[in-house]
């Protein structure tokens, strides 16, 4: 007989379970230590903090600013948003005007010696669309066309290079995210590639599109600029309605952060005119979808808009999309 069979079973189990409580607690309080050792990078937008996510791993924490469904255009910081990017290890913003009521407090804080990078700045200004409603800065949305917004991640890789105790290989998940966003563009060719010339336009509530129509050959018509801070006026409406019903288009779109009164009223000024047009869905423009779900993260964004625009006007799409997630 060993040792172990001379204890009564009873008064073994009941020892076990008195160190549960104590078993348990030395993982976790480990888990916390390497939480608390490890930088915490603020992004200021979702699509930011999923290639954050993609660089740096787990090696970092990753805080998103700005919510699901939040116009950066018009997101104000609060007091508890400002104390958060000053606490921040490495700040992480777009740049080129998107988060325009706080572009003063990013660059105040970036400019106080932490590790910073306006994301979309990284790309040289020559290559980027110019427009006539920012003539000091770009169209700041560089991530509806994935290709392009893979060529963010080396100065994003730099930046997080800076950081102190980051036990992780940055270049490693460059590369692994510069991979899954050119499969994302691949996808994107294949499956808006049939859709007919004369449908190739895409019409939407404000100026997000312009790099996507750029990529992937599409006509892009919206009713706002590239800031939704302007209200549309009647007479764009007027000719949004007049290139509707002369193409003869069979759908436009919502998007999940700006307000649809003004494509609704593009919809009944076309029927107006005898011609039926269908609401294709809500595409992701500024945000993502909910976090924790696929459309939460940017692949998932991508594949919802790319996926949702091939279906409404005639490519081929599965319904479910790349990943079958949708």
Known sequence: MNSYSAIPRRGLLAGIAGLGPLAAAAP????????????????????I??????????????????????????????????????????????????????HEVLERAASQGKPSLAVAEAIPRARLRQHEDYPDAADPHLWMDPALWAETLPAIAATLGRLPRLNRDLQAGAAETRARLH???????????????????????????????????????????????????????????????????????????????????????????????????????????????????????MDHNITLISRALGGSAPERGLNGRL
């Open 28 to 47: 976790m309080q480990a888990q916390a230590q390497a939480q608390a050792a490890r930088p915490t990078v603020l992004g200021t937008t979702g699509m």
């Open 49 to 102: 903090g999923d290639l954050l996510r993609g660089v740096g791993g787990p090696a970092i924490t990753v805080e998103t600013l700005i919510g699901e469904g939040v116009d950066p255009h018009l997101f104000r910081p609060t007091r508890n948003d400002i104390a958060r990017i000053l606490r921040a290890d490495a700040l992480f913003y777009n740049g080129h005007r998107l988060e325009g009521r706080m």
């Open 183 to 301: 499969r994302l563009d691949a996808y994107a060719r294949e499956v808006l590639a049939p859709i007919p010339a004369e449908r190739r336009v895409l019409v939407t509530a404000h100026d997000a599109f312009a790099y996507f129509g750029l990529r992937y050959e599409f006509r892009v018509e919206s009713i706002q600029g590239l800031s939704t801070e302007a209200e549309a006026s009647l007479a764009r409406i007027e000719a949004m309605v007049r290139l509707i019903v002369e193409r003869q288009l069979p759908a436009l779109f919502t998007e999940s952060s700006v307000p649809d009164r003004a494509v609704r009223a593009l919809v009944e000024g076309v029927a107006a005119r005898g011609h039926q047009i269908r609401l294709g869905g809500t595409l992701f423009s500024d945000s993502m979808g909910r976090p924790g779900t696929y459309r939460g993260t940017y692949e998932g964004m």
